[in-house]
C-alpha cells in the first residue's frame, strides 16, 4: 500500500473516532491509533484566547496556534483559556497553570512551553483532575529535567526499520504528513523535543543532498510542536559523499568538508540540533581506523557545529572481540579522554554496560564521568523482551537506574534518549500495550521522579478507559511485567541468553560458526559442572567491579551481599550455594523461571476478566499478544533449565512442574528472520 494510502486511511480513522466519541466503548472498533490523545471532540465553543501582549511580541505563532487548535477542539469546559507567553513566566520549556477570577492562564517564557501547558490541561481533563487546579489561589508549575528529550529511530533510507517491531518507517523512503503531525503531536504531548531520524548503523546517503531536502520536509513538520530533527551520521562519509581519499579527522580537507557539509544542512534546516554517532563498534567506521581517538573524532564534528549550536552525540557503545570483559570495555575506552571532549559533545551511554538487557546493573560509565557531559540511552523498542508480541511495562526498569543515578551520580545530567518502538502501523508500535513505553519514556524524560504506578494509572485512564474494573487489575498486571520476563527469560543476573542476531527466544547454548565469541551466550552464562554466571570480581574475575563507585563496588563484589537479582552477573555461583531463603542457587533458578510462567499465564487471566470494559478490537488483538507471551514463557524456562540441568546434574524441585518442550527438539528448533521484522507467531513452539 503506498503512503499516501496509508495516511488517508490513518486520517478517516482519526475522524470516524472523533464522530463516534459519545458511543460505548465496547460498540465499536478501535485501531489503537488515536494512542493517549483519545479526548473527547468538543461541542461547545471553547473560550480560548492569546493576550494581547503575546499576541502583539510573539513571533513564532505557529505554536500558539497549535496550542488554540487543540483547546478549541478539546476543551470541554465553560472556563476561558488565556494563553500567555512572558519573560517572567517559567522558562527551559516550564510552564505554569494558574486558575483565577474564573479563568485559566497558562503561560511561559516560551511558545512550546505553553503547548506544554495546554496538553498538560487537557490531561488533566481526561484524568479527571481538574479539581486540583480549580481552587482559589492554585498554582502549578512544571519544568522538564533533561533539556534535551530524544527519540533515536533506528530507521534505514529504504524504509526498514532495524530492530523494528511495527512496520516500515515514518520517514524513509516517503512519509505521509497526516501521520508525521499526528506523530508531533503526540511527542510534544509528552514533552520529547528532539528525533534522529535514522539508525545508528547509518547509511552515508543520508548526507547527500537529496536526503536533506526530505530531512528539511519532515523538520518544517516537526518544528511547530518544539521539535528539532537530528541525524545519525556515518563517519566515512567524507569519503563516500564527498570523494576524498580519507576520513580521516585530523585532516585538513576533511575537517573542510564536515564544516561545508553542516554549513548546506543549516542554511536548509536553520534549528538542526545535530549530529548521533556510532563510530569504531560493531563493524562501523570511526576515528580508530586512522590511529586517532573518539575524542578527535567528535571534537571534529562539534567545531564544525558549533558556529551554529549544534551539538554531538557521540555512543559509547564499544566492544571489541579481543577485549577481555565486554562489560569493561566501554569505560576501559572511553574513561582516559574523560574532560577532552569539546562542551558541545555529550557522550551517549546506554542504561547498561552490555546491551538493553532485561536487566542490568547501571553502566559503570555514566556514573564515573565527571568533565564530559554524558546521557542515558533507553531502549523503548523491545529488542531482548519479546518485540511488540510480549507485554512488558519498561518504566520499573527505567526506574531502577533512575534510582541508582539519583543515589550514586551528583553531577547533574541534562539529556535523555529513547530507541524509539514507533512505525507505520495503525497502533503506532505494533501492540496496544507498547504504546506504554512509548509514553513512560516521555513522562520519565520530563520528570524522572514519576512512579510506575503512576504512569501506568495515567496510560491506561487515557488510553483504554477511566473504568477501575479495568485500570486496577491491569495497572498491577503492568507493574509485574518487567519481573516476570526478568524471571522466565534470564533471572538472578542471567545475560544474553537470547537467539543469534534477531534476539527472538532462548539458545543458551546457541554457537554459530565463525562467530565472535562475546556474541555467544557461553560467554557470558560460564555454565559448567561447578556453578552458573560471570565472575566479575576483583579477586578471581575480570575486576569490573572495580569500575563502580564506592560503595557499589563493595556491594558488587561480595557474594553475601551482592543483590541476588545480580548474583550471576558478578558472580560465579556454585550450583549448591545457599541463597538468603536458605535453598540452593539451582533451586532458586528453578523457582524463579517457573515463578515468570505463573505470571505470564496469569496475565492471559487478567486480560480475559476485562474483556468487558474495553472495545473488542483491541482486545482481541492483545489477547492473542499474552496467549503467545505465555507459550514463550514456557519455552524460555523450559530450554534454560533443561540446558543448565545438564550441567548442574540436579533435579527439579518437587515444586516445580515437568517441562513441556523437549532438549533437543528445542535445539534443533531455528527461527528465520532478520533484524527489521516480528517473529511471526504461528511458527513459533
Known sequence: MEQNEVGKMFFLRMILCICFSFVTVTSFADDGSRLWLRMQQNTNDAKVVIDRKTRKNNDFKPTLEIAVNELKNFWNSNVPVILSVSKDAPASDGYSLKYRNGKIEISSASTVGVLYGSYTLLRMQQLDKLGQLMKKGVSIEDFPTFSLRMLNHWDNPDGTVERGYAGKSLFWPQFDKQRIIEYARANASIGIN?????????????????????????ADILRPYGIR???????????????LATADPLDAKVRRWWKDKVDEIYSMIPDFCGFLVKANSEGEPGPMDYGRTHADGANMLAEALKPHDGIVVWRAFVYSATGDDRASQAYDEFMPFDGMFEDNVTIQIKNGPIDFQPREPVSPLLLSMKKTDVMPELQITQEYLGESIHAVFLAPMWREMFDVLQKYKKDKMDAIAGVANIGNSINWCGSDMAQANWFAFGRLAWNPDLSSQQIADDFLRLTFTSDNRFVEPVKNMMLKEREAAVDYMMPMGLHHLFAAGHHYGPEPWCQPEGWREDWMPKYYHKADKRGLGFDRTAETGSGNVNQYPDPLKNIYGNIASCPEILLLWFHHVDWHFKMSNGDIMWNNLCHA???????????????NDVKPYIDEQRWTFQMKRYQRQAKDAWWWRDACLLYFQTFSQKPFPDDVPPCRHNLQELMDFHLDMDNYSVADMDLLP
Open 229 to 243: 530533527v537530528c541525524l545519525s551520521v556515518n563517519f566515512a562519509s567524507p569519503k563516500a559523499v564527498g570523494g
Open 194 to 218: 528532539a528525533v534522529v531520524l535514522n539508525n545508528v548503523n547509518a547509511k552515508t546517503a543520508m548526507l547527500e543532498t537529496s536526503m536533506l531536502r526530505q530531512t528539511k520536509e519532515i
Open 593 to 607: 523461571y517457573d515463578a515468570g510462567v505463573r505470571n505470564a499465564e496469569d496475565f492471559v487471566k487478567i486480560w
